[in-house]
């Protein structure tokens, strides 16, 4: 499965149905570099 980070918004919706609970959510405080992507 691939999730593209550009197109990724937060919904958790990918990690709620990974049959191998393999997706984990990262805060988007954590990463400021990365938040900027999920505003384009």
Known sequence: ?????VKCYGCGVCRA???????DLIPREEHPEAAEL???
């Open 38 to 40: 999920w505003l384009r």
């Open 1 to 5: 499965v691939y999730i593209d980070p």
């Open 17 to 23: 149905v990974c049959p191998h609970d393999a997706i």
